[in-house]
């Protein structure tokens, strides 16, 4: 039996991780779960599964949840700190990072620094601090095993041959405005950029989709976790999100990971890694299915580019561009910005920062800081 805990259970990547659970037929065991303010579904995961620790962002929150599970035997806490707490604890074994931003990285490294192994679902934390939290797992001989689909993907591909890559070949669905021209992207709403074509995602990831920053941040992410080279990663859209990602050997050979467009299977994955598991959830037939492959348009959707020339420079710079671009989504979330104009600030701040070695925690955060303040100001000199 494996113990985790899930860092983000009320999102979409920790709700699924909760069906793995379930399904997994006694072989995964919950310590601990973890949401912003949820407390109706926390409280419901905490009936079902049983956790020893429960942490919600928000104090008021905390305090309802208390009472509400005080006829169980589970510990609530707030904060960070919290988090922190439901990721060190003695009888974790891996901790499933599902939280959306850079609110994940704290808790990862704190879990790592506690020899815990990591199931990665939150990129944001090797885009913003990829050296430290990679050589962090070295030094501690924790494994950080990918959930994200395409990084899932490139790691059942490569199957210990990293040596022997030549290139890492990312997919994207495009999301849902792939094709569309500028023009016509200036009338679009939070709603259109909300309905993805193919996957079931949380708000967040859902904007980055529609405007590739999420297929940016992941370049970023594909470079730390498989120590490659920004000229070994490229981005194919494959809009049919069947062909997850590729990988390209030394001697011409393509390995290509295939799957129905459903997180529960690399989240399985990674929780059953090395062995794999039996599942019940839909398999995938190729019969009458076409696989389309174009390359991405750097003029419409420009965020691919600026990370590649973010990741290239370095330092603070990644964990700048994550900042202001999560600023961004949530703005254009609430009617304040535009959707071109998420492009624009980002790239902004990215311009206007003066760049730092990333060595220290304190100097990414501090970094992340200045990113998001830069950012408001620049938005609400537009209002």
Not at 119 to 127: H, R, S
Not at 347 to 359: F, L, M, T
Request: charged fraction near 25%; include cysteine; charge should be negative.
């Amino acid at each position: 039996m494996k113990t985790i805990s899930v860092l983000g259970s009320t999102g979409s990547i920790g709700k699924q991780t909760l069906e793995v659970v379930n399904a997994s037929e006694g072989k995964l065991k919950i310590h601990a779960l973890t949401a912003c303010s949820n407390t109706d579904l926390i409280e419901q995961q905490i009936r079902q599964f049983r956790p020893e620790i429960a942490v919600l962002a928000e104090e008021k929150a905390a305090y309802e949840l208390k009472n509400r599970v005080g006829d169980l035997p589970v510990k609530v806490f707030c904060g960070l700190e919290g988090m922190v707490e439901a990721s060190i604890g003695e009888e974790v074994d891996m901790v499933v990072t599902a939280v959306s931003g850079s609110i994940g990285l704290l808790p990862t490294l704190s879990a790592l620094q506690a020899g815990k192994d990591i199931a990665l679902a939150n990129k944001e934390t090797l885009v913003a601090a990829g050296e430290l939290v990679m050589k962090t797992a070295g030094e501690k001989g924790c494994s950080i095993i990918p959930v994200d689909s395409e990084h899932s993907a490139v790691f059942q591909c490569i199957n210990n041959n990293r040596n022997k890559v030549k290139k890492i070949i990312l997919t994207a669905s495009g999301g849902p405005f792939f094709g569309w021209t500028l023009d016509k992207l200036t009338g679009v709403t939070p709603g259109m950029a909300l309905k993805h074509p193919n996957w079931n995602m949380g708000a967040k990831i859902s904007i980055d989709s529609a405007t590739m920053m999420n297929k940016a941040l992941e370049v970023i992410e594909a470079k730390f976790l498989f120590h490659a080279d920004y000229n070994e990663i490229e981005v194919l859209v494959h809009p049919q999100s069947i062909i997850h990602s590729m990988v390209e050997f030394i001697d011409g050979s393509v390995i290509a990971q295939l799957g129905m467009p459903d997180m529960r299977l690399p989240i399985q994955y990674a929780l059953s890694y090395p062995d794999r598991w039996d599942s019940c959830f839909e398999k995938l037939s190729l019969a009458g299915k076409t696989l389309t492959f174009q390359e991405p348009d750097d003029q419409v959707f420009p965020s691919i580019r600026l990370a590649y020339r973010c990741g290239e420079r370095g330092g603070t710079l990644p964990a700048v561009m994550n900042a202001a671009n999560e600023i961004c989504v949530h703005a254009f979330l609430a009617g304040r910005i535009k959707y071109l104009e998420m492009f624009e600030l980002v790239e902004r701040a990215c311009q206007d920062h003066k760049v730092q070695d990333s060595g220290s925690i304190d100097r990414i955060l501090a970094a992340d800081r200045w990113a998001r303040e830069y950012t408001e100001e620049l938005i609400c000199k537009k209002s």
